[in-house]
């Protein structure tokens, strides 16, 4: 059976279904039996936060989450405390440190908010580890089971750039919440009273008569590397993970009159799981990926892009909600070059307009896209949302707008 007629366990149950996940992120055909490193799709993205349940309580109200679990003192954790949301099949666990001694908190004061690991579900994780190794890759856990009443969950991890990782998971015998650790919690606990015997849930009600989710799927995580080791950490998810390489946007793609940078996109066979990877690029003044590199210290996630089937409900949500998103200038929606460009779409110009959503148009089709401000203190991490109609591309149409509206905010911020 091909890996695009196949769904992992925990999409089986969250939905989206198969055909609704082939329209949001662009799934493609793809023959499993051949991979040398199956994946089978996104487990998790994992967070460092300063304040995870003041993030889980965020990412209910303003990103409309759903709260499915949670460890901390409680439930014998002692150094951290964590939170398990999702929405569609988009699942975020945000973990803050409560030791004086965590290492969470030596990677929040180095780093800020920002993912430690993107965890993907996999279906063997003993032939995975054995296959990254014999290639390279530094293993930093080794194969395990986590057991509870549930059943059990295989689990390794490996290392990949900046102190990002990989954790490779097998729950195709586990029916829990989340791991072996966690209860399960959810986000109407306090409307309803129950608080069970774990003290504090940060559990959060969604408002009545609001949207259902506002995003359903995790299209692509975005890292950003030093200058000079883009190609080094292409080839290493070429060599130990069998990725291939599906998009590369050099010189003029990507730069503009002040900054430039390079991109190259990974992905697994049948695309689910795809990592743009940047660097910047010599230039009269300093990119947004220096930018990030400085402020991060090091590499890392730039930003997650989550998949949406209604972008406009989408934005206007999250904007009466707080979220800020970068600003569009009125000439990108004047250019006759968009119009004869992208042709016809589902959402009138005009609208995306008064919103500053951007539009672009490959072979396969069309997308829409908008990108927030940084979420944190620091102007690291971001998020883009997109909506996709047969798009398989990146929006590169768009890039330079993009980087402009980046270079724009970089000088509010004395960066440029």
């Given at each position: 059976?091909?890996?695009?007629e196949t769904s992992t366990s925990w999409q089986r149950s969250a939905e989206p279904d198969l055909d609704q996940m082939r329209r949001l992120v662009g799934l493609v055909e793809h023959d499993t039996a051949a991979d040398p490193f199956p994946v089978s799709g996104w487990d998790a993205v994992v967070w460092s936060v300063g304040n995870a349940t003041q993030a889980a309580l965020f990412y209910q109200t303003v990103f409309g989450m759903e709260l499915l679990a949670y460890s901390g003192?409680?439930?014998?954790?002692?150094?951290?405390?964590?939170?398990?949301?999702?929405?569609?099949?988009?699942?975020?666990?945000?973990?803050?440190?409560?030791?004086?001694?965590?290492?969470?908190?030596?990677?929040?004061?180095?780093?800020?908010?920002?993912?430690?690991?993107?965890?993907?579900?996999?279906?063997?994780?003993?032939?995975?580890?054995?296959?990254?190794?014999?290639?390279?890759?530094?293993?930093?856990?080794?194969?395990?089971?986590?057991?509870?009443?549930?059943?059990?969950?295989?689990?390794?991890?490996?290392?990949?750039?900046?102190?990002?990782?990989?954790?490779?998971?097998?729950?195709?015998?586990?029916?829990?919440?989340?791991?072996?650790?966690?209860?399960?919690?959810?986000?109407?606990?306090?409307?309803?009273?129950?608080?069970?015997?774990?003290?504090?849930?940060?559990?959060?009600?969604?408002?009545?008569?609001?949207?259902?989710?506002?995003?359903?799927?995790?299209?692509?995580?975005?890292?950003?590397?030093?200058?000079?080791?883009?190609?080094?950490?292409?080839?290493?998810?070429?060599?130990?993970?069998?990725?291939?390489?599906?998009?590369?946007?050099?010189?003029?793609?990507?730069?503009?009159?002040?900054?430039?940078?390079?991109?190259?996109?990974?992905?697994?066979?049948?695309?689910?799981?795809?990592?743009?990877?940047?660097?910047?690029?010599?230039?009269?003044?300093?990119?947004?990926?220096?930018?990030?590199?400085?402020?991060?210290?090091?590499?890392?996630?730039?930003?997650?892009?989550?998949?949406?089937?209604?972008?406009?409900?989408?934005?206007?949500?999250?904007?009466?909600?707080?979220?800020?998103?970068?600003?569009?200038?009125?000439?990108?929606?004047?250019?006759?070059?968009?119009?004869?460009?992208?042709?016809?779409?589902?959402?009138?110009?005009?609208?995306?307009?008064?919103?500053?959503?951007?539009?672009?148009?490959?072979?396969?089709?069309?997308?829409?896209?908008?990108?927030?401000?940084?979420?944190?203190?620091?102007?690291?991490?971001?998020?883009?949302?997109?909506?996709?109609?047969?798009?398989?591309?990146?929006?590169?149409?768009?890039?330079?707008?993009?980087?402009?509206?980046?270079?724009?905010?970089?000088?509010?911020?004395?960066?440029?």
């Open positions: 059976m091909s890996g695009s003192p409680e439930t014998g954790n002692r150094d951290h405390k964590a939170y398990v949301l999702r929405s569609g099949a988009v699942r975020f666990v945000l973990k803050g440190g409560v030791d004086p001694a965590s290492p969470l908190l030596r990677h929040h004061r180095r780093h800020g908010e920002g993912v430690i690991d993107i965890a993907l579900e996999v279906p063997d994780v003993d032939h995975c580890v054995a296959h990254a190794r014999a290639r390279g890759a530094t293993v930093v856990e080794e194969p395990h089971d986590l057991r509870d009443e549930h059943g059990t969950v295989r689990v390794a991890a490996i290392a990949t750039y900046g102190e990002t990782r990989h954790s490779l998971v097998d729950r195709s015998r586990y029916t829990g919440p989340y791991l072996p650790g966690y209860v399960s919690r959810t986000s109407d606990t306090r409307r309803t009273g129950d608080t069970g015997d774990t003290g504090d849930t940060s559990g959060q009600a969604r408002p009545a008569g609001g949207p259902g989710r506002l995003f359903q799927a995790l299209d692509h995580v975005v890292g950003n590397v030093e200058l000079g080791r883009l190609d080094e950490w292409v080839a290493f998810y070429n060599r130990v993970m069998g990725f291939t390489t599906m998009a590369e946007f050099v010189g003029g793609d990507v730069a503009t009159r002040y900054s430039a940078l390079m991109s190259k996109v990974v992905t697994n066979g049948n695309h689910r799981v795809k990592l743009p990877l940047n660097e910047p690029a010599v230039s009269a003044r300093r990119s947004q990926i220096d930018e990030y590199l400085d402020f991060y210290d090091g590499p890392g996630v730039q930003h997650l892009a989550l998949a949406t089937s209604d972008i406009i409900t989408t934005v206007d949500v999250l904007r009466a909600r707080g979220v800020e998103f970068l600003d569009t200038p009125d000439a990108y929606y004047r250019d006759p070059g968009l119009r004869a460009r992208v042709g016809e779409v589902r959402v009138p110009v005009e609208e995306l307009r008064t919103r500053g959503i951007l539009v672009d148009r490959d072979e396969d089709g069309y997308l829409l896209q908008i990108f927030t401000r940084p979420i944190g203190d620091r102007p690291t991490v971001f998020f883009e949302f997109i909506e996709r109609h047969g798009a398989l591309g990146f929006g590169v149409g768009n890039f330079r707008a993009l980087f402009e509206a980046i270079e724009r905010e970089q000088a509010r911020r004395g960066n440029l």
